[in-house]
């Protein structure tokens, strides 16, 4: 058996990625029962086809917030993964997959199979990755609860999945001894959306799209300089829509450039595909610090709706053009700017056409069931059939 948990996200927060994960499992294993436990909102944007849901409470306080040690949350997870272990039968071997985590999950993961035998953990590591490049707390405890302490320790019976091969390979440079027991899954694409209608065609206006939080670490600062500088230059046979909702804390972006004023409430799973489908380009102004240690969300709703990139050089982005021409890899802003002028100076529909139909080769290789193979590679010796 294999029990999936969700312990920090609700709602549609990594709702897309992690049913596309969720998919790839149940196609890499067939023979296991799956269990998926999370908040309720979060099961209903899961849309689980035949896999059963199990709605738990989250921990209240942090959320979003993964590297901080507090013992209230551990105390927390760990009692949600013993009452899921509760209803497996005693001797039927069991997974525990955590989509996500957080420092202290890791270890509540470990004392539960502990104390279950049988029982094998599964840590999903994504953006909470990122904890490793900040400051460690002086707290001895706490220090010994943290990130760069779980990744260190010599876990038997537990292993660490990471996302894309790039960053595994920031991780052998930044935590050494976790190396050993971690594997690579790439993000599947969520099978659930893919959309029925052919690609679009490149006819004016031309319309680009930042998809996802309006962060610093998404480059919407870049997004929008690009915007002012396009509109000034093209008026309307140029357009920009940012897909996504901005940072409640901070000032809405500047919407005096783009098709619709960006809110800080996350948009309804329909109204962003519906969106998505109309755009003709996804810009991605990723930074490189943050997304060397996270898989793009955004790059897989790019691939999803035949979107071409038009992207930063980071590694994640990189192994996508192995495929062929899917966009544009730039190396800064400025090269950005030229590749869209161009596009908007000289439109080449026959190019464009190559790059979705390009882009159908990519998102068949990312399918759910091409990832169940790999995910099923990995569980042969780690977890019985």
């Given amino acids: 058996m294999i029990l999936v948990f969700e312990m920090n996200w609700s709602g549609t927060v990594h709702a897309p990625g992690n049913a596309a994960t969720i998919q790839a499992i149940a196609a890499g294993c067939p023979e296991q029962e799956i269990r998926v436990f999370a908040e309720p909102g979060h099961l209903r944007e899961l849309r689980l086809d035949g896999i059963a849901g199990h709605p738990i409470a989250l921990y209240p306080h942090f959320q979003g917030r993964p ?18 272990l509760a209803g497996v039968p005693r001797d039927e071997p069991c997974l525990l997959m955590l989509l996500s985590t957080t420092s202290t999950a890791i270890f509540a993961a470990a004392l539960a199979a502990r104390l279950r035998p049988g029982t094998r953990v599964q840590i999903g ?10 400051g460690r707390s002086r707290h001895p405890l ?23 091969d790039a960053i595994r390979d920031e991780l052998a440079r930044l935590a050494p001894a976790a190396l050993p027991r971690t594997d690579v899954l ?3 694409i969520n099978a659930t959306e893919l959309p029925a209608e052919s690609a679009a065609t490149l006819a004016p206006p031309i319309r680009f799209g ?14 929008l300089a690009i915007a002012r500088a396009m509109k ?19 000032k809405p972006p500047d919407a005096t450039d783009l098709i619709a004023s960006v809110g800080t409430d996350y948009l309804s799973r329909a109204e962003f595909t519906r969106r ?14 943050y997304y060397r240690l996270a898989a793009s969300g955004a790059l897989l709703d790019a691939v999803t709706w035949l979107k071409p990139v038009i992207a930063g050089r980071v590694p994640i982005v990189e192994p996508w053009f ?15 700017l030229t590749a869209i002028d161009a596009i908007l100076t000289r439109p080449e529909p026959t190019r464009y056409a190559t790059q979705t139909t390009t882009l159908r080769i990519a998102r068949d290789a990312r399918s759910p069931a091409a990832t169940g193979q790999r995910y099923a590679a990995l569980m042969r010796g780690f977890f019985p059939p």
Avoid at 69 to 74: N, P, Q, T, Y
Avoid at 127 to 133: A, H, I, K, M, Q
Avoid at 278 to 285: A, D, E, F, T
Wanted: overall charge neutral; proline content about 4%; some cysteine.
């Fill in 210 to 223: 930042f998809v996802g939080q309006a962060t610093e670490a998404k480059g919407i600062g870049s997004f």
């Fill in 67 to 84: 590297g901080i040690v507090a013992w209230g949350r551990l105390r927390h997870e760990f009692a949600l993964l013993r009452a899921a």
């Fill in 322 to 336: 192995v495929h062929g021409d899917v966009g544009h890899l730039c190396i800064d802003e400025a090269d950005m």
């Fill in 276 to 289: 998505l489908a109309s755009l003709h380009y996804v810009i991605l102004p990723l930074q490189g610090a």
């Fill in 232 to 250: 000034a230059r093209h008026g309307a046979a140029a357009e920009f829509d940012v897909i996504g909702r901005g940072d409640p804390r901070r």
């Fill in 186 to 188: 790439p993000l599947p």
């Fill in 125 to 134: 590591l994504h953006g909470d990755l990122n904890e490793l490049t900040g």
């Fill in 142 to 164: 706490r220090r010994a609860f943290d990130l760069h302490a779980a990744m260190a320790r010599p876990w038997r019976h537990l292993r660490f999945l990471v996302l894309e």
